[in-house]
């Protein structure tokens, strides 16, 4: 682990191997270990680089306001990297393209694993599900929320926690603790958000997209996934991942590697 200081900031990052620049953005509900399964892979080919986003894993969270698509562009310019190819789950997918909308001349590609984008309001569908699987849930009770998260995302809707890994599970519930830690202090500092966020602009993104998803996960991502391939205009859709929920490039590595080693530039 490293860390360097960006717009005030200092942000914690794995980096190995050489080659094209690739950047790992985590899941709102995890920090950069996620990206475990990736990493070694990538950077047969590539200069991978594993970012904690500011406020979660190892990243420091000063008061002052900041954007996240901003910090991943000043990583860049600290590692002295003109361009890099995005790779997203989740929020950090959400990240991913808004740093791209942002500042597209620093984009070479973007690569979305059940992505969120900002902008988008959950359907009626994803709230009752939550009221079905998780129901009240004490906020300040971290390993509670936790609890919460991983059967509502890394479980899924469709699956019963005994049909996942138990060691999946838990490594996630752990990041998961951190994360609603993270996004606890968040909330206390100014973020600035897209302006005017991602879900109107999709059609901006003029760099090559991949997007697909877990099978597994909350209906809401796949549909996301087909809007994003339906309205970017160099986007390929694949398939949904069957068995895999939200946490897809952990749960299932081996599609997730191939997919990327084939269409990272």
Not at 4 to 28: C, F, K, M, R, W
Not at 75 to 99: E, H, I, K, N, R
């Given at each position: ?15 190995v ?8 953005l ?56 003109p ?30 694993f ?25 906020q300040?009770?971290f ?16 699956r ?50 991949l ?44 599609p997730v ?9």
């Amino acid at each position: 682990m490293t860390k360097i200081e960006v717009n005030g900031a200092q942000l914690a990052y794995d980096e190995v191997g050489s080659g094209t620049p690739v950047v790992l953005l985590h899941a709102g509900i995890a920090d950069r270990r996620m990206w475990r399964e990736q990493v070694g892979v990538l950077a047969v080919r590539h200069r991978v680089i594993a970012l904690d986003l500011r406020g979660y894993g190892e990243s420091e969270l000063p008061p002052a306001s900041f954007a996240h698509h901003d910090d991943v562009v000043g990583l860049l310019d600290a590692l002295g990297v003109p361009q890099a190819a995005l790779v997203g789950c989740s929020f950090g997918g959400a990240v991913a393209v808004d740093t791209a909308l942002a500042h597209p001349e620093r984009v070479t590609a973007l690569a979305l694993f059940g992505s969120a984008i900002s902008g988008h309001e959950w359907s009626e569908q994803a709230n009752d599900l939550w009221d079905q699987l998780v129901g009240e849930v004490d906020q300040e009770d971290f390993a509670a929320s936790a609890a919460a998260e991983v059967r509502f995302w890394v479980v899924g809707p469709g699956r019963r926690p005994e049909e996942v890994d138990p060691e999946l599970l838990a490594f996630a519930g752990e990041m998961d603790q951190r994360a609603l830690a993270a996004e606890q202090a968040l909330s206390a500092v100014d973020v600035a958000e897209l302006d005017p966020p991602a879900i109107g602009r999709l059609g901006e993104l003029r760099m090559p997209v991949l997007v697909t998803a877990g099978a597994a996960d909350v209906p809401d991502i796949s549909r996301l996934a087909d809007r994003i391939a339906a309205e970017a205009p160099d986007a390929v859709r694949l398939p949904d991942v069957p068995d895999a929920a939200h946490l897809l490039p952990l749960e299932r590595p081996e599609p997730v590697n191939a997919a990327l080693l084939d269409f990272l530039p």
